[in-house]
Structure formats: structure tokens, C-alpha cells
């Protein structure tokens, strides 16, 4: 992957775009197949899926079988080469309210801090995300209007659904049109076919079903086949010929998925969605940007008119300032990161107050469970596409309208069942249904309980309050010099009611399989519950409003107090649906950037 260092860089770009991921990556693509001089900066080391993907190591021959640790969370072949849960020399902070302690019972504060999830490399964390693509709908727009929580969002799902076709047709998502309550149809002919549900999740769907619970394919950011390159580029780029040459270029060389190595290892052949392997090629086969990596943006510029001027980081690998300019400054880093940008730029574009309000993430629930049904399966292949083939959206909207629901808001549940290659903990606790054995026995017990257990996770909205938001530290400062965030967080008897009745509905659906959870439903909120952030769909902090009073940046991501300066990420988001928030993310940033670009050619920018 080309990049620059900071001496050979432009004095000048039209556009400085901070971060690479799916925010910057849509940022820069849709401003550099137009035509703008971009330059993007990563604070990451650069990053080649084509050749860096660990695709066909087994778990046998990496350390501890690839199990997780603490530099690799997620395991020893996760795409996360530099970053995770913790980032040397990069701390954050955490503060709880000290009169709720022991208000939660045991646990309760390790499931009220915040924890904070960072990828240091090119795309950031379009390398390792699930890849699960849900659209908002129309409720989830207008969430205030409907039960009287929260806010409204300035937009509705019409201003944003061509921009969900134009994202999904570019990065390849696969799925199915169901005509579900607020669950949106993607225009004809956009979605990619549905692979087959695995043996598991047709039964999970069948047994589910009487329970009134619709388990359909989910939406997922895998090819199924290969994207139609001569069509396709037409439509997303009408009347443009070099966008369309160059994307058809592009579009070539990403090749179907063949259902063999986990999606979170990365994608030699581009089958999956990754920044550095749709976004940034064709942006930069135009010539038209550059990547700048291992530079960690901490400020932005102003000159004396308040207009932004340029972003000033620090290249990892000498230590030294440096500062790039541009006319337009385009914050992408992710929620809190540009949060953390505009605070350290002495409070920019917080005349509200609201930078690093608000913050949200999805509420996370999960139990795993064994279903006798799917003992002894012969061999087969259930490899897939490295993650759920189904889901269940959300369902009870009736029920909430009769009041007979404790929460408002709502959420999903996926599947995970797969008979993957074997890890260090794909039989820990067999012994919990064999009563220990050894031997031949041992190994004729695996076979038999391989492939019988799932793993069902529900996402849920929360709704955002004054409670929960980042602020910078007033005394800890990173190994560059530049103050951390400090973050707050409090769930409300929403969040944790909606956790509860997750445990007990995934509970439901294993007993209507026939078989039980592995560990009891927890019943009590605050202990079903997961930590804030760890879901990783962190939104929020730089809301987008109708007014600069209460809002930090305008329906287009622009700050209402500095007109060349835009927020791209998931800080815009007024609210946070059950919904995974990255095709939102990438349909927003896309509509933020051609209005950039018509606000340039009138001169406006």
C-alpha cells in the first residue's frame, strides 16, 4: 500500500481526512474519485490485506492454539496487528460515580466503565469487525417522537437511502429482502444471494419461530459472488469515466468468497470488506491521494478568521510535529478519538458544550448453549463465511406499544454455531456433559459434542444520557505528550432491562431446541449485561442537530462553528439503534462528501 512520509506531501490538499477506517475510507474514496486532492493520515503503521493475512495457519501451529491474550484479544490470527483493548503508552482514563458504588451488586462496577477498543493501522477497524451491515429504519430516526426518550435525528432514513444501496453496492453485502417492521428492504438487484443457514441456525430458525421470534439471514459485508464491474461502477459514479475505469479496476480484483478461513483474519483475495482493500485502491490508483502513516493527529489548526487551516500530528517514528494543511479538515478517527481532536484543539467547535456527549455503545448480552440435536453430525463442511449466516431483528414492537415490555428500544440476536477449526477452547467444559473422560473415550466425545454448542449474542440500543461522555484528563498525558480522555458511564433501568430479556429469550430458544444454556440466564440486569464500549459500536460525542444551541455539527457532519470543518465518523450519531452502526457510518460519511464537494466547486469551502 503507497504512502507518503511527511516530507514528500503537498503544501496544500483540498481535503485533510483523519483516519482510514470505514468513516475515512469512505470519506477520501468518494472526495478522490471526484477529482479533490486528499490526503489521509493514520496513526497506525500501514497495512496490505493481500499480504499480510494469516488465512491458511491453523490454530495448531500458532502459540497457545491461538487462543486470546493480552496482546491479542481476539486471538493469535486476528487482523488487528497493532492496537486492542490497551495501547502502550496511550492510556485512557475510566471514573465511575462514586454514589452508585454498591448500588449494582457484585460486578457492578467492571460493567459500568467504559472500556475502549483502538486499532493502530490502516483501516483501522474494518479489519476485524464482524462485517454484520444493518440498516437503520424510520424509527430509528426519530426515536424522541416515538416514546420520548433521548433525541431526534435532523434527517430522516429517506435522506440516507440511496446511500445505503450506493455502500452496499460498493463494498458487496450479502442478504434477503424480508418486508420486516423497521427493518429496511435494500433497493432490487443491490444485495448480493444469502448463504445457506448452517445446520444449527435452521434449526435455531424453525424452533424459533414458534416462539414468534424471525430468525433471517443477516446482512453481511462478504461476497458471495463477484461484484458486477461493469455495471456497477455506472451506477455509483454516473457521467464519470475515470471513476467509473477506476473502480471497475478495483472491483477486478476482489474475488468471490470460498467459505474457508475466519473473515477476522483479514482477506488476501478481498472477498470481505476492508478499508485497505476496497476504499483506498482506487482512491489511490487516481493519483488524487495520499496516505500518510504512523501520523497521530492531536489538533487542528485555526487561522485568525476561525477557519480551520490544517491538523498538527506527531510522526510515530521520529517523535517530531508535524502539521499538513488543506481547505477542508474532515475528522474520521472514530467517536471518541475525534472528540478527543476537537477538545485538544482548545474546545473547537464546542460552543454547545456537547463535544463528548452523549457517548453510546450497544448493550451486549450473550449465552452459550448445547442443543443435543446436533450430536454426532457426520462430517461436513460448515466454514461459511467466517461468522453468522442468520440473525433475529428485533420483533417486539407491538409488545412495546401495548406497554407490555419494562424497557424501551429494542434489539437483535446473532447466531454463532459453525463446525470451524478447532481452537485451545473449542471443548473446554466437555466435561460438564461427559463427566470426564480420557483416552478413546475422550476423543469419541469430541466428535460427538462437536458442533452441538452455540454461542447467541443480543445487541441492543441505548439510549443516550448526560451520564455517559469522554472528556479530556485533567493531569494524564500520553507518550507523545497529549492529554487522554477521561470517560464517564451509567446504563439507565433501560439498558439493563433490555440485557435481562435478552438472557431469558436466548434461554427460550435453546429449550425450544431441545437443549439448555451451559451456564444459568442471568436475570439481573447489571450482571447480564456487558461492559460499556466493549461491544465496540462506540457513537456519539459530536452529534449531528438542527441547531448550533444543541448540536455540534449540522445534518452534513459540518460544525456549526467552523464551516470547514467536518466530522465524518459515528460522533454524529443522535442515537444509537440495535443496529451495527458502520453501513450507517459509511452512508452518512459518503453523503457528507459530496456535499463537500458541491459546497467546493460554489466556492463555499
Not at 134 to 156: A, M, V
Not at 488 to 497: D, F, M, Q, T
Request: charged share 20%.
Amino acid at each position: 500500500m503507497p504512502v507518503r512520509t511527511a516530507a514528500k506531501t503537498h503544501r496544500e490538499y483540498d481535503v485533510v481526512v483523519v483516519g482510514s477506517g470505514a468513516a475515512g475510507g469512505q470519506t477520501a474514496y468518494t472526495l478522490a474519485m471526484a477529482g479533490a486532492k486528499v490526503v489521509m493520515l493514520e496513526a497506525g503503521r500501514s497495512y496490505d490485506p493481500t499480504t499480510e493475512t494469516p488465512m491458511f495457519q491453523t490454530s495448531a501451529n500458532a502459540p497457545l492454539l491461538g487462543a486470546s491474550t493480552p496482546d491479542k484479544p481476539f486471538g493469535f490470527h486476528d487482523a488487528t496487528v497493532d492496537g486492542g483493548w490497551t495501547v502502550p503508552g496511550e492510556p485512557y482514563m475510566t471514573r465511575s460515580y462514586p454514589e452508585d458504588d454498591g448500588k449494582w451488586g457484585e460486578g457492578g462496577a467492571w460493567n459500568r466503565n467504559w472500556v475502549w477498543w483502538r486499532s493502530r493501522m490502516l483501516g483501522g477497524r474494518t479489519n476485524h469487525w464482524g462485517r454484520i451491515s444493518l440498516r437503520l429504519g424510520p424509527y430509528d430516526f426519530q426515536p424522541r417522537s416515538r416514546d420520548g426518550l433521548g433525541f431526534d435525528w435532523p434527517i430522516g432514513y429517506e435522506d440516507i437511502a440511496d446511500y445505503y444501496d450506493k455502500v452496499e453496492m460498493l463494498i458487496g453485502v450479502y442478504g434477503t429482502n424480508e418486508g420486516l417492521e423497521n427493518t429496511p428492504d435494500s433497493s432490487p438487484g443491490v444485495l448480493l444471494p444469502a448463504p445457506a443457514l448452517r445446520a444449527g441456525e435452521q434449526l435455531a430458525r424453525a424452533r424459533a419461530k414458534k416462539l414468534g421470534v424471525p430468525i433471517i439471514p443477516v446482512h453481511r459485508a462478504v461476497l458471495t459472488q463477484q461484484l458486477d464491474h461493469e455495471t456497477i461502477p455506472a451506477k455509483l459514479h454516473p457521467g464519470d469515466a475515470r471513476a467509473q475505469r477506476l473502480l471497475a479496476d478495483a472491483m477486478k480484483q476482489r474475488l468471490a468468497c470460498f467459505w474457508a478461513t475466519p473473515c477476522g483474519r483479514g482477506c488476501a483475495i478481498k472477498a470481505t470488506y476492508q478499508s485497505p482493500a476496497v476504499h483506498l485502491p482506487p482512491a489511490l490508483a487516481s493519483g488524487d491521494l495520499d496516505v500518510i502513516s504512523d501520523a497521530v493527529a492531536w489538533r487542528v489548526e485555526t487561522g485568525a478568521d476561525g477557519r480551520a487551516t490544517g491538523v498538527v500530528y506527531i510522526d510515530r517514528k521520529t517523535g517530531k510535529e508535524e502539521r499538513v494543511r488543506g481547505r477542508v479538515i474532515a475528522l474520521a478517527a472514530g467517536a471518541c478519538e475525534s472528540a478527543r481532536i476537537l477538545l485538544n484543539s482548545e474546545g473547537l467547535a464546542n460552543s454547545s458544550g456537547l463535544v463528548g456527549r452523549y457517548l453510546m455503545d450497544s448493550v451486549g448480552s450473550s449465552l452459550r448453549g448445547q442443543i443435543p440435536a446436533l450430536e454426532g453430525l457426520p462430517p461436513h463442511d460448515e466454514d461459511g463465511a467466517g461468522g453468522s449466516h442468520a440473525y433475529a431483528p428485533w420483533w417486539l414492537y407491538g409488545a412495546q406499544r401495548k406497554g407490555e415490555l419494562d424497557f424501551a428500544r429494542g434489539y437483535h440476536l446473532e447466531i454463532d454455531q459453525a463446525r470451524g477449526m478447532p481452537g485451545m477452547w473449542t471443548f473446554g467444559g466437555l466435561e460438564n456433559y461427559t463427566g470426564g473422560s480420557y483416552g478413546k473415550q475422550l476423543k469419541e466425545d469430541a466428535r460427538r459434542y462437536y458442533g452441538s454448542f452455540l454461542w447467541i449474542s443480543g445487541r441492543g440500543e441505548m439510549i443516550p444520557n448526560e451520564h455517559t461522555y469522554c472528556e479530556l484528563d485533567p493531569s494524564t498525558k500520553d507518550r507523545y505528550g497529549i492529554p487522554v480522555l477521561r470517560f464517564h458511564s451509567r446504563w439507565s433501568e433501560h439498558e439493563l432491562g433490555q440485557a435481562a430479556h435478552m438472557q431469558k429469550t436466548i434461554a427460550e430458544i435453546y429449550a425450544a431446541m431441545g437443549g439448555a444454556p451451559c451456564t444459568p440466564p442471568r436475570t439481573e440486569g447489571i450482571k447480564a449485561i456487558d461492559p460499556p464500549g466493549a461491544i465496540i459500536h462506540e457513537v456519539g460525542t459530536t452529534r449531528m442537530g438542527k441547531t448550533a444551541k444543541d448540536s455540534v455539527v449540522n445534518q452534513w457532519g459540518q460544525c456549526w462553528d467552523v464551516p470547514n470543518l467536518f466530522v465524518t465518523d459515528g460522533g454524529v450519531f443522535v442515537s444509537n439503534a440495535d443496529k451495527n452502526p458502520t453501513l450507517t457510518i459509511m452512508a452518512l460519511a459518503w453523503r457528507s462528501a459530496d456535499y463537500m464537494l458541491e459546497e467546493m466547486r460554489k466556492g463555499n469551502l
